[in-house]
């Protein structure tokens, strides 16, 4: 596994300007990945792009792109993303009968794989897979929509995965996405995050660069 510098800043681009998607993304050239949100209008409410627009944030910029897909039957799409240009798929547990093997098939094409869960879904019922996968992102509102606000009680979920991690002494990345800005980013670091997803805190920020600057300060605890 790839070794990263923490903490890790991935701006969301739901939350960019689309019709300047390139001046965005170049406005965000000091992110460490690119977050990418895929939406089915299925598995949440909500529909967002597909893997074109992904493979075009992949032409438009050289870092590694953080593909999420909160959609349905993962494992039949998986590779588009893959093609596309994902650094990393994540997927969601409740969405796929065998999430080990879609791990496997994913890691197999030289990517990295991630699970994500609902705010709803207990941990505990999948830390036995965790050594399986190089990344865990934990979401801290519902999936589907941008701009919620921060739910602090997930983060006994980071807690709980930073003590499996560390004791196991896994390879495994703690990511969290939903209502992360300049107010909950410490507290998320404290419970043990190393990645932060981030879209309208950089993405509505006045300047953008700065505010990933500001993140990572504030993420930043040694």
């Not at 299925?42 to 050289?62: Q, W, Y």
């Not at 065998?98 to 994500?116: E, H, M, N, T, W």
Request: include cysteine; aromatic fraction near 8%.
């Amino acid at each position: 596994m790839t070794t990263f510098t923490r903490p890790i800043i991935a701006p969301s681009i739901l939350a960019a300007d689309f019709a300047a998607l390139g001046e965005q993304l170049r406005a965000t050239d000091n992110a460490d990945w690119i977050h990418v949100d895929v939406m089915d209008g299925h598995f949440v409410p909500n529909l967002s792009f597909g893997a074109d627009v992904t493979a075009a944030v992949n032409r438009s910029t050289d870092k590694q792109l953080d593909v999420h897909l909160m959609i349905e039957n993962p494992e039949k799409w998986v590779d588009s993303y893959i093609d596309a240009g994902a650094d990393c798929v994540i997927f969601h547990v409740e969405a796929t009968s065998d999430p080990v093997s879609l791990a496997k098939y994913i890691k197999a094409k030289g990517i990295r794989a991630g699970f994500s869960l609902r705010p709803g879904t207990p941990i505990e019922d999948y830390l036995d897979i965790v050594p399986e996968f190089d990344l865990v992102l934990v979401m801290s509102v519902e999936p589907g929509f941008g701009g919620q606000s921060f739910m602090p009680d997930q983060l006994e979920k980071v807690r709980t995965l930073r003590s499996l991690i560390d004791e196991q002494n896994l390879k495994c990345l703690i990511e969290i996405d939903g209502g992360i800005n300049a107010s909950t980013i410490t507290q998320s670091a404290e419970a043990g995050c190393d990645a932060f997803v981030a879209g309208s805190a950089v993405y509505g920020a006045m300047d953008p660069a700065a505010a990933i600057d500001e993140l990572r300060k504030l993420a930043t605890l040694d």
